[in-house]
């Protein structure tokens, strides 16, 4: 039995979830890399998208990466060497994105309290969004080309909806 949400059904919405996620991630990057350059955004909203883009790095990309780690990586462990290999590349990439994500917040953390300081750390900003491009480029590919579509090869209708309770599940509880 499918049961659907919306327009699809909970078994695609574990899948669905995770590219929006994806989506999400390259977004925050383009906000974050604006941010460092543009020249033309009032103060206030210099604030706000700084502010913005540092929730999203230190509150949900951490949800994103959990998904990874507990629910998808358990899932698909020991089903295909391709895959496999992936995983393994999927969990160092991830131990390997903490610093660079790290330098993003600070440097936000520290625009959304004082925007009028944009220029003195849009270059910092700027270097630590090209460190964070370089880091999420091939990773997200690897993902979207190898580790996603092993979900709809691996894991039947019920898996994948009850991985999509899982993901909603962990994002439910973050939100208390």
Do not use: K, N, W
């Not at 391709?82 to 520290?110: F, K, N, P, Y």
């Not at 691996?154 to 898996?159: R, S, T």
């Amino acid at each position: 039995m499918q049961t659907h949400t919306g327009t699809r059904s909970l078994a695609e919405e574990a899948v669905a979830v995770l590219l929006e996620c994806h989506g999400r991630i390259r977004s925050f990057i383009e906000l974050a890399a604006r941010l460092a350059t543009s020249e033309e955004t009032g103060m206030e909203e210099v604030a706000r998208a700084a502010a913005s883009v540092r929730r999203y790095f230190a509150e949900a990309l951490p949800l994103h990466a959990r998904d990874e780690e507990e629910s998808v990586l358990p899932r698909l462990a020991g089903r295909d060497r391709q895959v496999d290999a992936a995983l393994v590349t999927m969990h160092r990439d991830h131990a390997g994105h903490a610093l660079a994500v790290s330098h993003v917040i600070a440097v936000c953390s520290e625009l959304a309290a004082s925007p009028e300081r944009r220029a003195e750390l849009g270059p910092a900003l700027a270097a630590a969004v090209a460190t964070l491009r370089e880091h999420f480029s091939y990773h997200l590919v690897l993902e979207e080309e190898v580790i996603f579509p092993a979900l709809r090869t691996f894991l039947g209708d019920g898996a994948r909806a009850d991985l999509a309770r899982e993901l909603r599940a962990r994002r439910d509880h973050s939100s208390r």
